[in-house]
């Protein structure tokens, strides 16, 4: 009876631990579009700040701040380590389930909101 128990409750940590892991499988096409829309969104909101950076460095309005140059190197960064993780790999999902980084980087993709930087391109740069 007593290993009965176990058993169950073994079970029951597989399965609540593999329900985590294949949400991500199952929803992987979906996960992996989304993302790819936050990047390009990101992109080009980099871009639109990084003109007007050039704009008013030009004209001598104003200089960028050491917080614009830290996101945009961030931003930049950011962009390089999916290309980086994948290149040279025939199969592209294949390179997403074989290390946990996409966690790593879905979480430093959220951290670099458009909204926390708004202020900052339409202020002082």
Known sequence: MELAGVIW?????????????????CKLEENLKSLQEKCDH?????????TKINEAEATGEMQRTSQVKDWLQQVQNLQKKPNSRCSGRANQYSCIHEDEAEEKYCVHLQSLTVGDYWEHANGSL
């Open 42 to 50: 990101l992109q080009n909101f980099s871009s639109d700040v990084q």
């Open 9 to 25: 409750e073994a079970a029951t940590c597989l399965f609540s631990c593999s329900k985590v892991h294949a949400a991500y499988v």
